[in-house]
Structures are given as C-alpha cells and as structure tokens.
C-alpha cells in the first residue's frame, strides 16, 4: 500500500526535507510514503484566490489516480489520537487502495478536493506552518505504524 502526501508548495527548507526523509525511510517496504508537491500558485496584490485555490485543487487532483481514497488535511476534520490513527492506517492497509493524504495551500482545499474526500482529519485546531505539517504526518505515520506493528517507538 502506498501513502501520499499531496501538498501546496514547493522549496522548502533543509530541515523540513531532511525530517520528512528521516520518517518516510523508517516506514516499511508494504507502506511506503511518498511526497508529492504542487507548486504554489503566485499569488500577487490583486491576486484572484478563488481562481488560485481552484488551480492548486485540480493540479493535486490530477495526481490522484481513479478509485485511489483521498483524505483532506482540514481545520474542521476529526481529530484522531494515535491509536485512532493507527486504527484508520489498518483499515487503510485492509482497503488496498493507495491513499493521498492532501494539504492546501494557504488559502486552504479547493471545494473540489473537499467534494472527493472520503475523510476528513484534523491534526490541531491550531493553525500550522506548512512545512512543519509534512514533517508532523510523516512521523504520525511512523508512529502509527509502530503502534500496530508493536515496535516499542511509541512507548
């Protein structure tokens, strides 16, 4: 099964490179993640944001292939503790499918993206940098991984 992460942007620093390989490695061969960027539609003074959120949302859809499951990365989604998360991540994992994990860019999802997801999860009610969210998924992963494999890392 393969997981990808599906976000806005591009260029990010070192630190944020190097921490999503760090957990990306970790995961095992059965469930790889992946990163997948979209480039971050220039935005200017009298930039059109409903026309730049509909272009990143279709330019992340076309990297979703059909029957693929979709979750949106939202404010509003639910919130899940680790376990709640390993448990999804099993389900996952029986499901088959390959799952794209999707964050927006600054302005948030395009309703199109919203409108395809199958889930919706919160990671904070806090608002995020977005490079650290990639770093903050992938060891989430990782972790939820270990809590259903039994590896003693989430101890």
Do not use: C, F
Request: proline share 7%; net charge neutral.
């Amino acid at each position: 099964m393969r997981i990808k992460l599906i976000a806005v942007g591009s260029r990010m620093p070192r630190w944020v490179e190097d921490g999503w390989q760090e957990y990306a490695k970790r995961m095992p061969s059965e469930l790889s993640l992946e990163l997948v960027e979209v480039p971050l539609t220039t935005r200017g003074k009298n930039a059109d944001v409903a026309r730049m959120i509909r272009q990143e949302g279709e330019a992340m859809l076309s990297k979703v292939q059909p029957g693929e499951r979709i979750v949106t990365l939202e404010v509003e989604g639910r919130p899940w503790s680790t376990e709640q998360l390993a448990v999804e991540l099993d389900k996952w994992r029986l499901d088959a499918r390959t799952v794209n994990l999707m964050v927006g860019g600054p302005e948030g999802l395009a309703p199109e993206v919203q409108a395809r997801s199958e889930q919706r999860w919160s990671l904070s009610p806090l608002t995020l940098p977005h490079p650290l969210v990639r770093i903050l998924i992938g060891e989430q992963m990782y972790r939820a991984w270990t809590v259903l494999s039994g590896h003693p890392y989430h101890k």
